[in-house]
């Protein structure tokens, strides 16, 4: 006899957060959003544990959904500087995708190391092609063109007039030659570079060893974009954290390509995370890398949750059906309300912690409309967020800005669509009578999402309402919300209340006179 859960399947819009004694410290500045990314071991008398104990850590609990229509490199970069984490889409060429993850790597470092070089020999217009394929208009020089070669001198955009100077023009005889340029020595730390860039009027610093081969550049832009984003999110080398999506068809080939790329941490992208596939995945991973870190799912319930963390998962995701461009629980009734789901694999993680010492994060991928689903997903023991939407509506995103009814919109379309013919992400193992690129139905849909601008300005704002209600619940960070937390089913007149109701709204677009 098929097994029925007595309680029904409820989503995050059903309950409200009951406040708590807001006490003279609460207040948002005070808040405190770290969050961990991955298992780590921990004194199970503290739970929930310090999230810094884990050996990846975010710095607000938001992370971009592994979509092509969301997690390109430019909103990973975005995102990574405001302290949250993108997983760049999978469902692309192995190829492709670790050019991804590379490109987010190298962007942004207290000591980057150049990948624009070129030989003395080469010409302006060999200057002009790589900056046009790379983007960067500073291109050190070496004796043999490689990023670690005996530097001989650097050329950028005002050493040359295009139009004026020929294309033929060696580079030898238009770069600033290395006696002219200051160098700092390999051992310096960031504040004495960038003591020296500012001591020096300089846009870079070169850092060089003892044969005067080049090591690193560090850019004045990036100390000032630093200070703009206290919050990113960076690795030991002072690069941008990134992680990368992969299946379970072709990992052994995808995952040392994104690896030696420089991902951070590797996600299985799936709709259902509870099978034999994903274990075998996660096994490859942890036996071939031994500090590999790699997330798993997606799970609904208990079962799924602990058959994926003992395989080795280092995180859970958390959602089936939930997402505003998945149809799967119309396509196969399969799945479960966001909230219900994540009540229970909290609950099996923290059971879990208590029995192993070992804590797991979980992410809640999906059923988030409105910005207060954040904070109730976390008080329900999310650690993190997952979401697609939200993101798709920027211009970092890699959706085309398109207009329709005279409004902006982006385009986003579902991983389950035809569009994205991600047949991988839905794949049960059985190649036999399956033609590559195909998906017998689909399990989502392609629309448009109202543009909304940058990624940083809008985040900002979501997070300024997490804290503000995290205030409200008197808790200064993620674990105070979990453990303090107070949350209520609200009726569907309670919601309706809690709307513009009664009242005929102004319109806003109308002048002051016509008002």
């Given at each position: 006899m098929a097994f029925i859960y007595d309680e029904p399947s409820r989503t995050f819009g059903e309950y409200l957060l009951v406040p708590n004694l807001t006490t003279k410290d609460?207040?948002?500045?005070?808040?405190?959003?770290?969050?961990?990314?991955?298992?780590?071991?921990?004194?199970?008398?503290?739970?929930?544990?310090?999230?810094?104990?884990?050996?990846?850590?975010?710095?607000?609990?938001?992370?971009?959904?592994?979509?092509?229509?969301?997690?390109?490199?430019?909103?990973?970069?975005?995102?990574?500087?405001?302290?949250?984490?993108?997983?760049?889409y999978g469902s692309q060429g192995i190829e492709e995708e670790a050019a991804m993850v590379r490109r987010v790597k190298n962007y942004k470092a207290g000591f980057v190391v150049s990948d624009s070089n070129l030989r003395p020999e080469a010409t302006l217009a060999d200057v002009?092609?790589?900056?046009?394929?790379?983007?960067?208009?500073?291109?050190?020089?070496?004796?043999?063109?490689?990023?670690?070669?005996?530097?001989?001198?650097?050329?950028?955009s005002r050493d040359y007039r295009i139009g004026k100077t020929p294309l033929s023009t060696p580079v030898r005889e238009i770069m600033?030659?290395?006696?002219?340029?200051?160098?700092?020595?390999?051992?310096?730390?960031?504040?004495?570079?960038?003591?020296?860039?500012w001591r020096h009027k300089l846009n870079t610093l070169p850092v060089i060893d003892e044969?005067?081969?080049?090591?690193?550049?560090?850019?004045?832009?990036?100390?000032?974009?630093?200070q703009a984003h206290p919050l990113e999110?960076?690795?030991?080398?002072?690069?941008?954290?990134?992680?990368?999506?992969?299946?379970?068809?072709?990992?052994?080939?995808?995952?040392?390509?994104?690896?030696?790329?420089?991902?951070?941490?590797?996600?299985?992208?799936?709709?259902?995370?509870?099978?034999?596939?994903?274990?075998?995945?996660?096994?490859?991973?942890?036996?071939?890398?031994?500090?590999?870190?790699?997330?798993?799912?997606?799970v609904v319930d208990r079962e799924g949750f602990l058959y994926l963390?003992?395989?080795?998962?280092?995180?859970?995701?958390?959602?089936?059906?939930?997402?505003?461009?998945?149809?799967?629980?119309?396509?196969?009734?399969?799945?479960?309300?966001?909230?219900?789901?994540?009540?229970?694999?909290?609950?099996?993680?923290?059971e879990y912690f208590q029995k192993t010492g070992i804590y797991v994060p979980i992410c809640s991928d999906g059923g988030i409309s409105q910005d207060y689903h954040i904070t109730i997903a976390l008080a329900m023991g999310a650690d993190f967020v997952m979401m697609g939407r939200y993101f798709a509506r920027f211009d970092e995103a890699p959706g085309r800005k398109v207009r329709v009814n005279n409004q902006f919109m982006k385009e986003y379309w579902g991983e389950g669509s035809?569009?994205?013919?991600?047949?991988?992400?839905?794949?049960?193992g059985d190649a036999s009578n399956k033609k590559k690129d195909q998906l017998e139905f689909e399990e989502g849909v392609d629309s448009y999402v109202p543009y909304a601008g940058k990624l940083k300005d809008n985040l900002?704002?979501?997070?300024?309402?997490?804290?503000?209600?995290?205030?409200?619940?008197?808790?200064?960070?993620?674990?105070?919300?979990?453990?303090?937390?107070?949350?209520?089913?609200?009726?569907?007149?309670?919601?309706?209340?809690?709307?513009?109701?009664?009242?005929?709204?102004?319109?806003?677009?109308?002048?002051?006179?016509?008002a």
């Amino acid at each position: 006899m098929a097994f029925i859960y007595d309680e029904p399947s409820r989503t995050f819009g059903e309950y409200l957060l009951v406040p708590n004694l807001t006490t003279k410290d609460c207040v948002p500045a005070n808040v405190d959003l770290t969050a961990p990314v991955v298992r780590f071991r921990a004194d199970p008398s503290a739970s929930p544990p310090d999230p810094r104990q884990a050996p990846l850590t975010i710095n607000v609990p938001v992370t971009s959904a592994l979509m092509q229509s969301v997690s390109g490199a430019d909103l990973a970069i975005a995102l990574a500087r405001c302290g949250g984490l993108s997983f760049v889409y999978g469902s692309q060429g192995i190829e492709e995708e670790a050019a991804m993850v590379r490109r987010v790597k190298n962007y942004k470092a207290g000591f980057v190391v150049s990948d624009s070089n070129l030989r003395p020999e080469a010409t302006l217009a060999d200057v002009l092609a790589l900056t046009d394929r790379t983007g960067h208009s500073t291109i050190a020089i070496t004796e043999d063109g490689t990023p670690t070669g005996r530097f001989l001198g650097i050329i950028t955009s005002r050493d040359y007039r295009i139009g004026k100077t020929p294309l033929s023009t060696p580079v030898r005889e238009i770069m600033t030659p290395f006696k002219s340029i200051h160098c700092g020595k390999v051992g310096l730390d960031l504040q004495e570079a960038n003591e020296l860039i500012w001591r020096h009027k300089l846009n870079t610093l070169p850092v060089i060893d003892e044969r005067q081969h080049l090591q690193y550049l560090v850019f004045r832009k990036d100390y000032e974009s630093h200070q703009a984003h206290p919050l990113e999110n960076v690795d030991r080398e002072k690069r941008l954290i990134v992680g990368a999506g992969i299946n379970s068809r072709d990992h052994k080939e995808r995952v040392p390509a994104l690896m030696e790329a420089g991902a951070d941490v590797l996600c299985i992208d799936s709709s259902d995370g509870y099978s034999e596939w994903q274990r075998d995945t996660i096994e490859f991973v942890k036996s071939t890398y031994k500090h590999g870190l790699i997330g798993a799912g997606n799970v609904v319930d208990r079962e799924g949750f602990l058959y994926l963390v003992e395989a080795g998962a280092d995180f859970v995701k958390v959602g089936i059906g939930g997402g505003s461009i998945c149809i799967t629980r119309e396509q196969k009734g399969i799945g479960r309300g966001q909230a219900s789901a994540v009540i229970e694999v909290a609950k099996a993680r923290d059971e879990y912690f208590q029995k192993t010492g070992i804590y797991v994060p979980i992410c809640s991928d999906g059923g988030i409309s409105q910005d207060y689903h954040i904070t109730i997903a976390l008080a329900m023991g999310a650690d993190f967020v997952m979401m697609g939407r939200y993101f798709a509506r920027f211009d970092e995103a890699p959706g085309r800005k398109v207009r329709v009814n005279n409004q902006f919109m982006k385009e986003y379309w579902g991983e389950g669509s035809n569009r994205a013919r991600n047949w991988q992400r839905y794949d049960h193992g059985d190649a036999s009578n399956k033609k590559k690129d195909q998906l017998e139905f689909e399990e989502g849909v392609d629309s448009y999402v109202p543009y909304a601008g940058k990624l940083k300005d809008n985040l900002d704002v979501t997070l300024a309402k997490v804290r503000s209600t995290m205030c409200n619940c008197g808790a200064l960070s993620l674990r105070d919300l979990y453990m303090r937390a107070r949350l209520t089913v609200a009726s569907a007149v309670s919601i309706h209340e809690g709307g513009v109701h009664d009242v005929m709204l102004k319109d806003t677009r109308m002048s002051p006179r016509e008002a």
